[in-house]
Structures are given as structure tokens and as C-alpha cells.
């Protein structure tokens, strides 16, 4: 009696042990003639330099799985499917895959759900920007899976690293013409603005949320700050060792009228988020800049010469994002 | 011994309240022993000095001219044509109403606090109320984002005294009621509340916006976005109006009543005021940590703990306190500034440490 059942179960065990034999067995031997048929359709590879080195990239990759929010608006003009997005990011810029129930969400870079992507089994993670800290651990959990991080790099020329990531991913993507037109419309648009630009107006770019203004550094701010190098333009007020960080520098009404700009651009980072029923208390940056009674006298005021970017420019932030401000700026300029 | 006799006699106290579910009633004649055994409650209360007039009068004059270096400390050159002049009322005078406002109002509310719990270490930062000031705030953003400033200051007065009767309840089911659990309550209750306005503002994307609210800062007080501060000028005159009241509460139930005053509604009405400092603030300026703490304390430390007699010296500290702290928030960054918040975290945290070791020491 107790010899029966003791050997019972170790007989359902080695039946349990040849059926998964059995399993990986089939399992090896089909997945590599899925390849060999797949590979040839898709292309094989491309050699691609990332930020952290060569790597081996699938072009056309099957499941892809995208973290990078300078990478959405090509993906949707290429139609790329992605399996997963942080939708928790992506605002309403991409309905396409925010909308799309098949795309899981991997929630913002703040909580993270990189279990979501372990799950999807990418081939390729676009990973990277917001979700740089996560590199990682996105790296270790997917070992099968290629990880990218094409990310304009800190202390780069921003406007050389959005067409540097574009290119690549027309590679990825065997789009490589129209990555390359792409490209060349920014630096057309760059080349228009500077024509534009009279050379010797003085520029102030500020972003404004929470009805507090921030002060965007000439360079280091974010998003306009690189503006200012890649237009040559003349900074209202410059200060040694200011903020980088998505805030900007607290500055008052006071120094905004001392330092008298002839142009302000302005970024309203609460814009992005909930724009139809905006919070009273974080106004407008128009109703911050334009109807300020501090600023009334100041030239970029009284002549109408604000600039206010694109409301989901703080998510975008991509190669088009920036054609367009270039030519926002141009149109702007010409017409003062 | 001491320490023996209280615990003894609030858990003796403690477990008939919760058995009879009516807290209030029994116990009369053994809080009363806990009251005059506790530590704080003899020992700080010294008798009125017939303080002359002049030390007060000399205050007045520092804090003067601390208002007046406010009016006269900025980027923009006021003396520069017609608009540097009225700058002097666009910016540089709002600036300053709001310091005086927003700075006699945190310090008057925090001594009154302190009063209440009787606990030296209580205000609306260390007792969770301007959390739940600022979850309210986050509340009138999410769901009735149209509101309007008024209706958002009334929700987050709400919210701030919701959180600060929360707090009082909680204190009174406390066995152990030493010096350091109060404010320790106090500070873990405000956390799980920051915590679930932090939660809803990553839900709903707001996180950004919460972190600039919440900052306390004056920079973005201009004329036309300050006025609503003069609500707390009431507040602090009514502070006055109840000092005597506060003090007496300030003894402990037993004792009020004894004396024949409504301790309930004296309660009531102290935690209201504030919650409605409390909610203003946050909405307008932020958070100002510490302040509410530091000077009452640094006032009782010096002067005893008559309120009345020292809700003067309180105003007079909160604004001096406030001022100079923004004043360096706008100088050591030149044209950028720091918000008051920081300075005064720095400030605050240096005294209040201080105060703490000092009261170890004595203890």
C-alpha cells in the first residue's frame, strides 16, 4: 500500500519530466526554423552606435516595445506597431498607440510596470530619456531582447542627437529616406529662422506652471535653451551657472522687466496635461506673461513678440517638435 | 515617578472611555493629576511681567525696517522713470504686505496650536494640517478644476481643519502623550496624507504642478494675485480677540472648565482659525515649513506663555522670520531666487533641533 503510493507519483514525476523533455526538445527545434524563415523576409541585422555602444539591431523588428518619447511621432509616421508604451506619459499627442487596447502601458517613469515589457517579448526596447534609470534593469530583465537607447545625450549639440537618433531608427526601420528628409527639413528650418533672425534682439525663455515663471538657461534649459545656440540668438539675460533642470530658475516679474527682452519664448509645461479644463491657479503662460502689469512696458509685451510653444511640446520634444518651433520662430520673427 | 503616576493614570483612564464609547465625560478627576504632572504644562507658565513698553517698541522698529529693506531689495531700479515707480506698487509692495501677512499668521497660528495640544512642538506643519491643507488643494484641481481661488482656499481650509480635528482626536486617545510622540503623530499622519496627494497627482499627471504649488515662494506675488491674504489678517486679529481664552484652554480641560469656560469651543474655534491660516497660505504662497514652530517657541522661551502678552512678540517674530528669510532668498541668487520654503526648512530645522536638545537637556 505505502509502496504503491510512493511509487506512483515518482512514475507521474519522470512522465511529467519526458513531456517537457519532450517539450523544449520540439521547442528548440522549431524556433530556429522560424527564424531561418523569418530572417531573410526582415533583412537580418544592422550595426547601429547607441548611446552605450555598437549594437546588433533586427531590421523591421517584429515586437517593439518603445520607452523614448522622441521616438512616438516617427514610429506613427512610419506606422510602427508597438506592444507596449508608457501611456502614463504620452499625454493625448498619440492616440494611435495610447488609444490602441493591444499597446500595454507601462505606466509613467516614476512607477514603472517593466514587467509589462518582459511580457511582451520584444525583440527590440527603445529604451532610454525618462526611462534612463530603468536602462538596467530593462537590460538584465530581457535578455533576449535588444535594448537601444538613442536619447539625445547631455552636453551634445541637441539638434546633431535628433537627427543622429533619427537616422538610426531609419535604419531599424528601413525607412532611411525619409529619416534622411527628415532631417534635412530641421536643418532647413534652422537655416530659416537664423535667416530670419535680425541679430541683435534679445531673447527670454521662460517656462511658466503652477502660476510660478521659471527662467530656461540660454543651452542647458530645457527644451528652449538649445534654441539659443542653434539660432545664434542674443539671451536677454544671461547667468553663470544656471538651472538645467525641467523647472527652470524661480525668476520674479521684476527681473523679467529689468532685463527688458525684445522676444519671449515660453513654454507652459501645465499646458500638456488636461488642457480643456486647466487649473485657474497654474495660468496660462499668457495670462502670466502678456497680462502681467510688470511687464507691460517690456518691448517683447507691448510689440506682441511671445512665442508660446507647441502645448505638448514638454512631451514631444522630438525632431518634428523642433522643425516646427524653427519655423514658428521663423514665421514669427518675419512678420515682427 | 512622574513619568510613573501619568501612564498609570491615562491607561486607568483610557480603557472605561473606550469601553463607554463617550471619551469625554469620565474621566474629570484623573486628567486633572495628568495635566499639572505633565512635564510642559507647570514649569513653562510664568508669571505676567509688567514688561515695559519699549522692548516691544524697539521690536516694531527692527521689523519696520526689515519691511522697509523688502521694499527697497529687487532686480528692477525703482528710482528708473514712471514704471520703476509704480513697480514699487506692482510688486515690491504686494511682496511685502504678503510677508507680513502670511508670516503673523503661520507664527500666531502655530502658537495657538501649541497651545491647544500643549505641546511645544506642534504646528501646522508638524501636525499634518498643511497636508491636508494641500490634499485638499490637489482635490479642487482634479475634480472641480474651475473653481476659482475662493472656492479652492475654502476646500483646502476645510481639508486643514478636517486633518488638524483628526489630529486632535488621535491625540486624545494617545496613551503616552510625552513631549516627542505629539509632534511625531503629527508628523506620520501629515505623511500618510502627502502620500496620498502624491499618489493622486501621479495619477492624474499633476506631480509637476503640485511640486511648484507647494513650494512656498513669494516670487509670484504681484498685485491682483495676493489680495485673498488679508483673510489671514483676520485671523490673526481674532487670535488676538481669543488670547486669554487660548491661554486658559492652554492649561487643559480641567482647568478651563473649572473655570467655567466652553473648552470645547475654544477647541473648535483654534483649530478652525488654523485651518483657514493654514488653507490660505498653502493656496497663495505654499508651504511654510517651521514657522509656526520656531517662533512661538523662541518667544516662550524668552517670555513665558501668556498668549496675550505674547501674541505681539509672535507676530512680530513670524514676520521678522519670514522676511529675512525671503530677503536671502532673493539676494544670494541675484537675478534668480530661492524660494522662502528652503530658507526657511534651513532656518527652521537648525532651531528646532536646537530647541530639542535644549529640552533634553533640561529634562
Known amino acids: 500500500m505505502t509502496l504503491r503510493t510512493s511509487r506512483k507519483p515518482r512514475l507521474l514525476g519522470l512522465a511529467a519530466i519526458a513531456a517537457s523533455a519532450a517539450l523544449v526538445l520540439s521547442a528548440c527545434s522549431s524556433s530556429p526554423a522560424e527564424d531561418a524563415e523569418a530572417k531573410p523576409e526582415a533583412g537580418s541585422t544592422v550595426s547601429?552606435?547607441?548611446?552605450?555602444?555598437?549594437?546588433?539591431?533586427?531590421?523591421?523588428?517584429?515586437?517593439?516595445?518603445?520607452?523614448?518619447?522622441?521616438?512616438?511621432e516617427t514610429l506613427t509616421e512610419w506606422d510602427v506597431k508597438l506592444a507596449a508604451a508608457p501611456k502614463g506619459i504620452m499625454g493625448s499627442v498619440w492616440p494611435g498607440y495610447t488609444d490602441n487596447e493591444d499597446v500595454v502601458d507601462i505606466g509613467s517613469h516614476r512607477e514603472p510596470n517593466l514587467e509589462a515589457i518582459v511580457a511582451a517579448q520584444p525583440d527590440l526596447i527603445i529604451a532610454g530619456y525618462r526611462f534612463g534609470d530603468s536602462y538596467e534593469d530593462i537590460k538584465?530583465?530581457?535578455?533576449?531582447?535588444?535594448?537601444?537607447?538613442?536619447?539625445?545625450?547631455?552636453?551634445?549639440?541637441?539638434?546633431?542627437?535628433l537627427k543622429r537618433g533619427n537616422t538610426i531608427l531609419g535604419q531599424i526601420f528601413d525607412h532611411e529616406d525619409e529619416a534622411e528628409a527628415t532631417n534635412e527639413k530641421l536643418d532647413d528650418a534652422i537655416a530659416g529662422a537664423k535667416k530670419a533672425y535680425n541679430g541683435t534682439d534679445t531673447v527670454m525663455a521662460v517656462n511658466t506652471s503652477g502660476g510660478k515663471i521659471g527662467y530656461l538657461a540660454p543651452g542647458v534649459g530645457r527644451s528652449v535653451g538649445p534654441v539659443f545656440g542653434a539660432l545664434g540668438l542674443v539671451p536677454a539675460l544671461e547667468v553663470e551657472g544656471a538651472s538645467s533642470d525641467h523647472q527652470g530658475d524661480d525668476i520674479s516679474v521684476e527681473a523679467i522687466a529689468a532685463s527688458n527682452p525684445e522676444w519671449?519664448?515660453?513654454?507652459?509645461?501645465?499646458?500638456?496635461?488636461?488642457?480643456?479644463?486647466?487649473?485657474?491657479?497654474?495660468?496660462?503662460?499668457?495670462?502670466?506673461?502678456?497680462?502681467?502689469?510688470?511687464?507691460?512696458?517690456v518691448p517683447a509685451v507691448t510689440k506682441g513678440n511671445i512665442i508660446y510653444l507647441d502645448a505638448n511640446f514638454y512631451l514631444t520634444e522630438d525632431i518634428h517638435a523642433y522643425t516646427e518651433l524653427f519655423e514658428q520662430i521663423q514665421a514669427a520673427f518675419a512678420a515682427a | 515617578m512622574n513619568v510613573n503616576s501619568t501612564s498609570a493614570g491615562n491607561g486607568g483612564e483610557g480603557t472605561p472611555a473606550r469601553e463607554?464609547?463617550?471619551?469625554?465625560?469620565?474621566?474629570?478627576?484623573?486628567?486633572?493629576?495628568?495635566?499639572s504632572a505633565l512635564p510642559d504644562a507647570g514649569d513653562e507658565i510664568a508669571p505676567e511681567k509688567r514688561a515695559r513698553v519699549w522692548p516691544l517698541a524697539l521690536a516694531t522698529l527692527v521689523v519696520v525696517g526689515l519691511l522697509a529693506a523688502s521694499l527697497f531689495i529687487g532686480v528692477y531700479d525703482i528710482t528708473d522713470g514712471d514704471l520703476g515707480a509704480e513697480m514699487m506698487w506692482i510688486t515690491r509692495v504686494p511682496r511685502t504686505v504678503a510677508l507680513m501677512l502670511a508670516g503673523a499668521a503661520m507664527a500666531a497660528s502655530g502658537l495657538v496650536m501649541q497651545m491647544l495640544t500643549q505641546n511645544r512642538f506642534v504646528d501646522a506643519t508638524t501636525s499634518g494640517t498643511t497636508e491636508w491643507a494641500s490634499l485638499g488643494?490637489?482635490?479642487?484641481?482634479?475634480?472641480?478644476?474651475?473653481?476659482?481661488?475662493?472656492?479652492?482656499?475654502v476646500v483646502s481650509s476645510l481639508f486643514a481643519f478636517i486633518g488638524a480635528m483628526a489630529f486632535m482626536l488621535?491625540?486624545?486617545?494617545?496613551?503616552?502623550?510625552?513631549?516627542?510622540?505629539?509632534?511625531?503623530?503629527?508628523?506620520?499622519?501629515?505623511?500618510?496624507?502627502?502620500?496620498?496627494?502624491?499618489?493622486?497627482?501621479?495619477?492624474?499627471?499633476?506631480?509637476?504642478m503640485v511640486g511648484t504649488w507647494f513650494m512656498g515662494s513669494f516670487?509670484?506675488?504681484?498685485?491682483?494675485?495676493?489680495?485673498?491674504?488679508?483673510?489671514?489678517?483676520?485671523?490673526?486679529?481674532?487670535?488676538?480677540?481669543?488670547?486669554?481664552?487660548?491661554?486658559?484652554?492652554?492649561?487643559?480641560?480641567?482647568?478651563?472648565?473649572?473655570?467655567?469656560?466652553?473648552?470645547?469651543?475654544?477647541?473648535?474655534?483654534?483649530?478652525?482659525?488654523?485651518?483657514?491660516?493654514?488653507?490660505?497660505?498653502?493656496?497663495?504662497?505654499?508651504?511654510?515649513?517651521?514657522?509656526?514652530?520656531?517662533v512661538p517657541n523662541v518667544v516662550a522661551t524668552l517670555r513665558g506663555d501668556n498668549v496675550r502678552s505674547n501674541l505681539p512678540w509672535v507676530c512680530l517674530g513670524g514676520i521678522a522670520l519670514v522676511t529675512v528669510c525671503d530677503i536671502i532668498g532673493r539676494t544670494i541668487r541675484m537675478p534668480f531666487e530661492i524660494p522662502?520654503?528652503?530658507v526657511l526648512g534651513m532656518v527652521g530645522a537648525v532651531v528646532f533641533i536646537t530647541i530639542l536638545m535644549r529640552g533634553r537637556s533640561r529634562a
Open chain 1, 48 to 72: 547601429i552606435t547607441d548611446n552605450y555602444g555598437t549594437v546588433d539591431v533586427p531590421v523591421n523588428p517584429k515586437t517593439v516595445v518603445a520607452l523614448d518619447n522622441h521616438v512616438f
Open chain 1, 140 to 161: 538584465k530583465q530581457n535578455p533576449d531582447s535588444v535594448v537601444i537607447d538613442i536619447a539625445p545625450r547631455e552636453g551634445e549639440d541637441l539638434m546633431t542627437e
Open chain 1, 264 to 297: 519671449i519664448i515660453a513654454l507652459d509645461r501645465d499646458a500638456s496635461f488636461a488642457p480643456e479644463e486647466r487649473e485657474e491657479g497654474s495660468a496660462p503662460a499668457a495670462e502670466l506673461i502678456a497680462g502681467s502689469e510688470a511687464l507691460k512696458n
Open chain 2, 20 to 35: 463607554s464609547g463617550r471619551p469625554r465625560v469620565r474621566p474629570v478627576t484623573p486628567r486633572a493629576s495628568i495635566d
Open chain 2, 137 to 153: 488643494l490637489l482635490l479642487t484641481a482634479i475634480v472641480a478644476p474651475s473653481v476659482g481661488l475662493v472656492g479652492r482656499m
Open chain 2, 170 to 208: 488621535i491625540l486624545r486617545r494617545i496613551v503616552i502623550r510625552s513631549t516627542l510622540v505629539v509632534p511625531l503623530i503629527g508628523i506620520m499622519l501629515g505623511a500618510v496624507i502627502s502620500a496620498l496627494t502624491t499618489f493622486l497627482a501621479v495619477q492624474f499627471n499633476l506631480l509637476q
Open chain 2, 219 to 294: 516670487t509670484s506675488v504681484v498685485r491682483g494675485r495676493y489680495e485673498v491674504l488679508w483673510i489671514v489678517a483676520i485671523v490673526t486679529l481674532l487670535v488676538f480677540l481669543l488670547a486669554d481664552r487660548i491661554t486658559v484652554a492652554g492649561l487643559g480641560r480641567e482647568v478651563a472648565t473649572s473655570v467655567g469656560m466652553r473648552y470645547e469651543t475654544i477647541l473648535i474655534a483654534g483649530t478652525a482659525l488654523v485651518a483657514v491660516a493654514a488653507g490660505v497660505t498653502t493656496v497663495v504662497v505654499g508651504f511654510l515649513p517651521f514657522l509656526g514652530l520656531v
Open chain 2, 340 to 342: 522662502v520654503s528652503m
